[in-house]
C-alpha cells in the first residue's frame, strides 16, 4: 500500500502492508527495500529493507519504515518502497509510496529601515530581507520602490527585482542606488515594500529608506544700498543673498530702524 505519514516533532514508524490477494496454504516470502525520490534517507526518513513472512492461512504482513525528525517547514516529500523476489506468490503491485507531510508553520519574511548618509557622492543603501526561521525550501519575494519625500531619478533611482533566500539560509540582501545632491535639504524617504512572497508569508511588508543630508547649511546676507534723492519719492532695493542654492524654501524676517 501508499502510506502517509505526518510529522509530529518526533520520530515515528511509517508502517506499511503487504497483502495477498487470497489466502494461501503456503508460507509466502517477499522482499523489500526503500529508495529516494523527493525524501532522503538518512535525514528524512531511515532506509529500510528485508523480508516480510506471509504466514500459512494469512493474508497480510507489515513492515515499518522510520520517519526521522525534521524541523524545517517543506513541501511533502516522497520515498518508494519496491517489493521484489516473491516466493510462494507472484506480484501485481510492487512499489508503494511512502510521503512524509510537513507539520512545520510557514515562516514568515520580514524587511529593515535603512538610513543613508550622502558623503558627496553616489552609492547604495542596503536593505535585508529576513526568514523568521531556517526553511527546507527556497523562499522568494519581489520588492518594489516608491517615493516618499524622496523622488525617484533625483535623490534615488527606483529599485524592485526578487529576492531569494535559499533553503537553509535566514537573509538576503539588496540595493537601491542613492544618487549625488548637492543641495541643503531635510532629510527624505522613500517607501520598500514586499509582495509576492513564495514559500513564505509577509509579517513586515515595508521598509524606510531614510537619506540623510550632509550639505552645510547655508547663510544670509543683505547688501548695502546708496539712494539719491531725485525730488519725488522711490524706493530703496535690498537684496537678500543665499551663499548656496537650497533644496528647501528659505524664510527670513526683515525690520528697518533709524
Do not use: C, H, R
Not at 497480510?60 to 523476489?85: I, Q
Not at 509577509?202 to 539719491?228: F, K, R
Not at 519719492?233 to 528647501?248: D, E, I, K
Amino acid at each position: 500500500n501508499d502510506v502517509s505519514y505526518t510529522e509530529s516533532g518526533s520520530a515515528g514508524n511509517a508502517t506499511f502492508t503487504v497483502t495477498l490477494s487470497a489466502a494461501s496454504s503456503k508460507v509466502v516470502t517477499v522482499n523489500y527495500a526503500s529508495s529516494n525520490a523527493t525524501a532522503a534517507a538518512g535525514s528524512d526518513y531511515t532506509a529500510a529493507s528485508g523480508t516480510v513472512t506471509i504466514a500459512a492461512g494469512a493474508t497480510s504482513a507489515t513492515f515499518n519504515v522510520p520517519v526521522l525528525v525534521d524541523t524545517l517547514d517543506e513541501a511533502s516529500e516522497t520515498a518508494t518502497l519496491t517489493l521484489s523476489n516473491a516466493s510462494n506468490a507472484s506480484i501485481s503491485d510492487a512499489t508503494g509510496t511512502l510521503t512524509i507531510v510537513d507539520d512545520e508553520a510557514t515562516p514568515s519574511l520580514s524587511i529593515n529601515d535603512v538610513s543613508y548618509t550622502e558623503s558627496g557622492s553616489a552609492g547604495n543603501a542596503t536593505f535585508t530581507v529576513t526568514l523568521s526561521a531556517v526553511s527546507g525550501q527556497d523562499v522568494e519575494v519581489d520588492y518594489d520602490s516608491s517615493n516618499s519625500t524622496a523622488l525617484a531619478g533625483s535623490d534615488y533611482t527606483a529599485a524592485s527585482g526578487t529576492v531569494t533566500i535559499l533553503a537553509g539560509n535566514t537573509t538576503q540582501t539588496f540595493n537601491v542606488p542613492v544618487l549625488v545632491d548637492t543641495l541643503d535639504e531635510a532629510d527624505e524617504t522613500a517607501t520598500l515594500t514586499l509582495s509576492n512572497a513564495s514559500n513564505a508569508t509577509i509579517s513586515d511588508a515595508t521598509g524606510t529608506l531614510t537619506i540623510v543630508d550632509d550639505e552645510a547649511t547655508p547663510s544670509l546676507s543683505i547688501n548695502d544700498v546708496s539712494y539719491t534723492e531725485s525730488g519725488s519719492a522711490g524706493n530703496a532695493t535690498f537684496t537678500v543673498t543665499l551663499s548656496a542654492v537650497s533644496g528647501q524654501d528659505v524664510v527670513v524676517n526683515y525690520a528697518s530702524s533709524n
